[in-house]
């Protein structure tokens, strides 16, 4: 989100897109890439969260084969996920809360129309 300046919904979309393609490997050969994928691929390359690489072998046949693929740059981006939260603000999140203390901080008003429902 940081790195690319977009929004937290766009970058947890980009984000989605990477593990479907990536998965548990590190690298994915290109040609499964549409076009809007690809450009995505070049930008996040550009910002070092991505690499290409390109493979050259010959075919029995004495043609030449390229294979062209991606690589996940897992340092790069662990360390942008460092920063970005260490830049986090401090203050509890909701995942961080216990059970407890979020029906503490419930209402009188909503407990009793929580026990209205059930009556």
């Not at 690809?38 to 991505?50: M, P, V």
């Not at 830049?87 to 909701?94: D, I, K, L, R």
Request: charged letters at 30%.
């Amino acid at each position: 989100m940081n790195v690319l300046e977009i929004t937290e919904g766009k970058a947890r979309e980009y984000a989605h897109q990477l593990v479907d393609f990536f998965g548990f490997e590190d690298r994915i050969i290109d040609n499964m890439l549409t076009p809007a994928e690809r450009r995505l691929f070049y930008r996040l390359e550009q910002k070092g969260l991505l690499s290409s690489r390109r493979e050259e072998t010959t075919l029995p046949n004495g043609n030449p084969w390229r294979i062209h693929y991606w690589r996940l740059e897992r340092k790069t981006i662990l360390s942008f996920a460092e920063q970005s939260s260490v830049e986090q603000p401090s203050g509890p999140t909701p995942e961080d809360a216990s059970c407890g203390d979020i029906y503490e901080a419930l209402s009188k008003e909503m407990w009793s129309a929580r026990e209205s429902h059930h009556l």
